[in-house]
C-alpha cells in the first residue's frame, strides 16, 4: 500500500504560521495531482487546498488569502503554508495525491493516496 509522509505540524499560537510537508514514497517519481484535507474534532474531512499537474491552485473559502499551497520542482513534495492561522484550524492535516508518475517515462495515473496525517493545534 502506498502512503504519503505528512510532516510539520504542531501546537501554534492565534495569528502564527505554520508549515506542513507531504513527500512521496520511493515508488512515486512524481506527484502530479495533490489535495490537502482536514479533519477538525467532531467534524467530518474537509478539502482545504489542491495544486494540479500544470500548477493551477485551488483552496478552500475559509482558508483563502492565508493558506498557500506549493511543491517542489521535482513534484515529489508539496508543502501548505498556514498563516494567521485560527482555533478553528485545528485539525488533523491529509495530504491526497489524485495523479501520480511511477518513472520518468509513465503516464499520468489515476489514484487515490493518502497520508496518517499531521496534527495542527491553535490555541487562543
Known amino acids: 500500500q502506498v502512503q504519503l509522509a505528512e510532516s510539520g505540524g504542531g501546537l501554534v499560537q492565534a495569528g502564527e504560521s505554520l508549515s506542513v510537508s507531504c513527500a512521496a514514497p520511493p515508488s512515486i517519481f512524481s506527484i502530479n495531482d495533490i489535495a490537502w484535507y482536514r479533519q477538525g474534532p467532531g467534524k467530518q474531512r474537509e478539502l482545504v487546498a489542491s495544486i494540479t499537474d500544470d500548477g493551477s491552485t485551488n483552496y478552500a473559502d475559509s482558508v483563502k488569502g492565508r493558506f498557500t499551497i506549493s511543491r517542489d520542482k521535482g513534484k515529489r513534495t508539496v508543502h501548505l503554508h498556514l498563516t494567521s492561522l485560527k482555533p478553528e484550524d485545528t485539525a488533523v492535516y491529509y495530504c491526497?495525491?489524485?495523479?501520480?508518475?511511477?518513472?520518468?517515462?509513465?503516464?499520468?495515473?489515476?489514484?487515490?493516496?493518502w497520508g496518517k496525517g499531521t496534527q495542527v493545534t491553535v490555541s487562543s
Open positions: 491526497n495525491a489524485g495523479k501520480v508518475r511511477y518513472d520518468p517515462f509513465d503516464s499520468l495515473r489515476q489514484v487515490d493516496y
